[in-house]
């Protein structure tokens, strides 16, 4: 009600730019559409000039992904901004009915600043325990596989497919959708989409993105630095704060092989993959020998099988495992 | 909308055009309307079609006049005639559209515009936040964040012109 009573005294707009913000506002008074119409009248070229700025406009649709950072930085209103809309609410009712409703805006606004500042507030979330590997279809029909010890949440009713991977791992199949996007914050930098297959995780402050169909582009947090696209079989890592790194490019057979629920290793150390398959246990893998960390593996393990992975490592790494404590086990060689 | 459709029939039909003039008149600022991108149902919807009509009825007087000194003169040439009376904001179609390498351009321009008045024009375009909302997140008055936006497309239009 106040910016409605400000905007009588507000300078009558000159440009077509000045014409096209003004009637960006969700309500435009009767008198200032006349003052634009007879705008409009007064030069042919007003018209021209107001159509191109809306052209401008619209045409910085496609830009969205560029700028995903941008707006991630753009910090959320200063508390005083808060007070100013719960005031602006005010009506002049009875006392009684006042204090009533100014308690309502008071508990409300909260909830609603919460709404601007969150992109992902309301979100769905998702996890899974130490060893579980879940599919979730989520609303827009894309199926997520999330990994061993994952959390993430989804906000899929927006004009934004939003999400957040928290921690672990997830295998996204990206049900296509370009109007719209869908973007997976990992760690302090968000992969969008439009329709593909990719795995991302994070270990700790470590994150991976795998892409195998389609392609994507990771947005840094910074404006000044460009989006980096992906093509099928590219693998980058990172971490917060830090610069995106190449990896060897993957093999598409083999680097979500979790997601049907095994664990392909070609030619790996034995370290390498004790501690993959110390994501899928609480039971700890100790190496009795350094050194036998250093032998050559190469194995396909499943996930799912009776007894666990430690069961299944026993039976297939060239390996002995005793329980030498409590959660603990002991790797010696055969 | 059939009712603004009605309402500029009969802003014709007062300025002198027969029924059947005017509804041509305003099926063909209807075509221009949607061709030109805008949208029915929109603030600007009702003003803009006002506008076209009337610079639409324009050109109808301008080309009456003209085929009435064309029957005077019997001897002018077929080919001027019909090359004088082509519409003449025609070329407008292809200044319509920006190239594929000149949003590279404006993307780096938007990355250019002054912080505030970026933040305010990608809320605005990219978040779909109403300026009350973009007012409150930025901490600024609602006809700020008009200037802002104003400034922006100015600053933007600036780099496309060049």
């Known amino acids: 009600m106040l910016d409605r009573f400000a905007s009588l005294f507000e300078r009558r707009p000159r440009g077509a730019e000045d014409w096209v913000a003004r009637l960006g506002r969700p309500t435009v008074s009767p008198a200032t559409l006349a003052a634009f119409e007879a705008w409009l009248s007064a030069n042919p070229r007003n018209l021209a000039d107001y159509e191109d700025a809306k052209d401008l406009l619209r045409e910085t649709r496609d830009l969205r992904s560029n700028f995903i950072g941008e707006l991630?930085?753009?910090?959320?209103?200063?508390?005083?901004a808060r007070k100013r809309r719960a005031s602006t609410h005010w009506t002049p009712v009875a006392l009684a009915g006042g204090l009533a409703a100014a308690a309502v805006v008071l508990a409300v606004a909260p909830a609603l600043w919460m709404r601007f500042s969150d992109p992902l507030a309301g979100a769905t979330t998702y996890t899974t325990v130490v060893g579980e590997i879940r599919d979730v279809t989520l609303a827009d029909g894309s199926v997520v596989t999330l990994d061993t010890a994952s959390t993430l949440r989804a906000r899929i009713d927006g004009r934004v497919r939003r999400?957040?991977?928290?921690?672990?791992?997830?295998?996204?199949?990206?049900?296509?959708?370009?109007?719209h996007p869908f973007q997976v914050a990992v760690a302090d930098r968000q992969v969008?989409?439009?329709?593909?297959?990719?795995?991302?995780?994070?270990?700790?402050?470590?994150?991976?993105?795998?892409?195998l169909e389609g392609s994507v582009e990771i947005a840094e947090p910074r404006a000044s630095n460009k989006p980096l696209r992906l093509a099928p079989g590219d693998r980058v890592s990172y971490r917060v704060g830090g610069q995106i790194l190449r990896e060897a490019r993957i093999d598409p057979a083999s680097a979500v092989a979790w997601r049907q629920r095994r664990l392909v290793f070609q030619d790996a150390t034995l370290s390498e993959v004790l501690a993959e398959l110390g994501r899928y246990t609480d039971v700890r893998i100790r190496l009795a020998d350094p050194t036998l960390g250093r032998h050559r593996v190469t194995a396909m393990l499943p996930l799912d099988g009776r007894g666990g992975v430690i069961d299944s490592a026993a039976k297939l790494l060239p390996v002995t495992l005793e329980r030498t404590a409590p959660g603990e086990v002991t790797a010696t060689a055969r | 909308m059939t009712g603004l459709r009605a309402e500029l029939v009969l802003f014709l039909q007062r300025r002198g055009q027969s029924l059947e003039d005017a509804e041509d008149i305003v099926q063909e600022a209807f075509a221009r309307f949607h061709r030109a991108g805008h949208e029915i149902a929109q603030a600007d919807t009702r003003p803009l079609l006002f506008a076209i009509t009337k610079n639409l009825l324009k050109d109808h007087w301008k080309q009456a006049n003209r085929e009435r000194v064309r029957t005077l003169r019997l001897d002018t040439d077929d080919t001027t005639a019909a090359w004088e009376r082509a519409p003449s904001e025609e070329p407008a179609a292809d200044r319509r559209s920006i190239a594929r390498q000149d949003l590279a351009g404006i993307a780096t321009a938007i990355r250019e515009l002054p912080p505030r008045c970026r933040d305010a024009f990608l809320l605005h375009r990219f978040e779909d936040l109403s300026y009350r909302q973009i007012a409150d997140r930025l901490g600024v008055s609602v006809s700020?964040?008009?200037?802002?936006?104003?400034?922006?497309?100015?600053?933007?239009?600036?780099?496309r012109g060049t």
């Open chain 1, 163 to 179: 999400l957040s991977l928290d921690r672990g791992g997830a295998y996204f199949a990206v049900a296509h959708d370009k109007a």
């Open chain 2, 144 to 159: 700020m964040v008009e200037k802002h936006l104003a400034e922006a497309l100015r600053r933007l239009k600036a780099v």
């Open chain 1, 72 to 80: 991630n930085l753009i910090p959320p209103a200063p508390a005083f």
């Open chain 1, 192 to 211: 969008v989409v439009t329709g593909t297959h990719f795995a991302t995780s994070l270990r700790g402050d470590s994150a991976r993105v795998e892409l």
